[in-house]
């Protein structure tokens, strides 16, 4: 379930309250005009506002950044609010606190999703989401041994590593249609999302598109910012040097330009850097441009603006890949898996040069990262390894590389260590 200020970001987990007694020695005035807060204190300041709000039985949930609410059915996670306090000015810090607990108090008393397509169809949106959060979500049921279809979120593919979920839009919350009450409509995937869209287009006036020096902002400010990507018409309007560029760093924002403005390029990378990792509610590292009505990821020619896209994606996706580690180690000791799930890292010489990394040690059957470079480890004790960058690689080795689709970001299950003869032809490639 997505609040309107989008404040839902981490997966669930089990709870595990805690005695808060002499926590809140501190008045909740102080505490939001203090600098910038720890994640403890900052839980504290939002139980006790919640509290103040008349929201009943509030526990934080034990090794997550979220809280159990109410009947303990409700599940309020704190990353994106936590972000974007955090970001926030102090004059503006309880403008932002009171919107989230206006937003977290309403949930236990949300409608239930209409069991009729003719009644829910008013209130439907596409809202596009990254791939990764959804999967993530899995793996938490999956740990938990919950592991429900009814449960999975109705969506589509869009491009890359971003998909269009099917939404019911309230006053106030967002919530994600699931499987169980879609098939309850008797209607096709295709009838859903045309409504769906339809209603975004009621809600968009084309003139809420800023723009200076060839680049365009959104200003809709309505939680659908980043949807509308789905109307091309809108985005072929535009005066752009090239072919239409979007940026999506956040839920909220659509940045566009042209494939051949550099200027404007290297302007929405860094303010988008911004906004993916310090405002909440991040959606996608990527750039997507728009070739004949369908949108398709793309990779600057230029070299400083790949670097710093590839700043930005590398970043985020050493994110995802620790938290999906986590979930799969927890996985694999339920259900008693001998697997290693490799780590993704990231290396930065002196020069400020990055790389990303990914370990594959001989005799380990383990589950690799998609990263820029392997390391091969061929004796762990006799200190033999050497590092091969992944696209050099993969030719040599894809006989043993088995595509884990199922994860996202992408993770590939190696079960034997290449063989003597492929060893030699990596080494000659070797970094």
Known sequence: MDGRNRCFRTPPTLLHARDRAGRFEMSLLDQVFSSKPSRPRFVEIVVRALEKAGLEHVEEIAGEFALKAGDGKSTIFLSNIYANYCSASRKMRPAVLAEFVGGAVSIPSLPSIPSDFASAKPGLMPAIRDAAYFNIVRLMQRKDGKDDPGTEVVTKPLVGGLVVALAYDTERNITSINRESFEKWGVSLDEAFAAAKDNLWEKTDPGQVAGQGGVYWSQWGDSYDSSRML????????????????????????????????????????????????????????????????????????????????????RRDAIDYAQQQELLNAIHKR???????????????????????????????????????????????????????????????????????????????????PNAEQIDKLRRLAL
């Open 231 to 314: 109307l091309t018409e809108i985005i072929y309007r535009l005066s752009v040097d090239g072919d239409p560029v979007a940026f999506v760093p956040s839920r909220n924002e659509l940045w566009l330009t042209g494939s051949n403005n550099s200027s404007g390029l290297a302007g929405i990378l860094r303010d988008g850097m911004e906004s993916h990792f310090n405002r909440g509610h991040p959606l996608s590292p990527d750039l997507y441009v728009l070739l004949d009505g369908a949108w398709k990821v793309w990779v600057p020619e230029d070299p400083s603006l790949r670097d710093a896209w590839m700043k930005i994606k590398r």
């Open 335 to 417: 259900e008693n898996g001998d697997i290693y799930v490799a780590s993704y890292m990231i290396f930065e010489r002196k020069d400020g040069l990055a790389r990303s990394a990914c370990v594959w040690t001989k005799g380990v059957d383990s589950s690799l990262p998609r990263a820029e470079n392997i390391s091969f480890i061929v004796d762990p004790e006799g200190g033999d390894h050497f590092v091969v960058p992944w696209e050099a690689a993969a030719p040599i080795v894809e006989n043993l590389l088995e595509e884990e689709a199922e994860f996202v970001p992408v993770r590939y299950r190696v079960r034997e260590f």
